[in-house]
């Protein structure tokens, strides 16, 4: 079956140490997305991917890296500058037209202790 | 990048039709009207989309209005499966599909 796998699925960090979220899509999909979603709050758009090797700034990129050395796989590292981490992160695909619809994965609820 | 404005919360019986609005002033000719809703604890899941006509799939309809600048999601008989956070989103197609979600609609459907 196509779709997007993220792992994993919760995630507990001590504060102050990077940590990689991961992301995977078989639908040959050319872009993909990082989304943070706080309690009670829509999604906030962390960094895209439209190409391989090519990656934009979403709105809330201060404290997280991105990676899209494949076409199917765009991980996501929070690091230690990000000041406030605990939260839940959506990892979307789309195809290179963006009109189309996206795909969103499962989601990975990260706690940083 | 444009912004929609949404109702926080709306109640519905089952079985009768429900009407979502969203309002977005300030949409532009490369944005494409998405919908989205998300369960708990859950991915959003895509509802429908559209640019300027009105569309119809299996899931909803959706009325845009004639001057692009609000849009209407219609779920025609609603069920208790259809309970959640509705989104309203705008893709701007000539920015690879970048959009910005809103704190959505909560959708109720009381039995």
């Known amino acids: 079956d196509g779709g997007i796998t993220q792992s994993p699925k919760y995630l507990f960090r001590k504060e102050g140490q990077n940590v990689t979220l991961s992301c995977e899509q078989n639908?040959?999909?050319?872009?993909m997305y990082w989304y943070r979603q706080d309690p009670g709050q829509g999604l906030r758009l962390i960094y895209y991917?439209?190409?391989?090797?090519?990656?934009q700034k979403g709105d809330i990129a201060e404290g997280y890296s991105v990676s899209r050395e494949k076409k199917e796989s765009f991980p996501l590292t929070v690091t230690s500058a990000q000041k406030n981490p605990t939260a839940f992160y959506l990892c979307?695909?789309?195809?290179?037209?963006?009109?189309?619809?996206?795909?969103f994965g499962p989601g990975t609820r990260l706690t940083v202790l | 990048d444009a912004k929609t404005t949404q109702p926080n919360s709306m109640e519905s019986n089952e079985e009768e039709p429900v009407h979502l609005p969203c309002n977005h002033s300030?949409?532009?000719?490369?944005?494409?009207i998405h919908w989205y809703r998300q369960l708990p604890s859950q991915g959003p899941e895509y509802v429908i989309h559209?640019?300027?006509s009105n569309v119809n799939n299996r899931m909803a309809s959706l009325a845009i209005a004639e001057d692009r600048k609000s849009s209407t999601l219609i779920l025609h008989r609603a069920t208790l499966r259809d309970a959640a956070v509705y989104y309203c989103?705008?893709?701007?197609?000539?920015?690879?599909?970048?959009?910005?979600f809103g704190d959505g609609t909560t959708l109720t459907v009381k039995p």
């Open positions: 979307a695909s789309t195809g290179l037209n963006g009109f189309n619809e996206q795909f």
């Open positions: 639908l040959n999909h050319d872009a």
């Open positions: 991917s439209q190409i391989v090797n090519d990656f």
């Open positions: 300030t949409i532009s000719g490369t944005d494409y």
């Open positions: 559209g640019l300027t």
């Open positions: 989103i705008l893709r701007d197609i000539a920015n690879a599909g970048k959009s910005t």
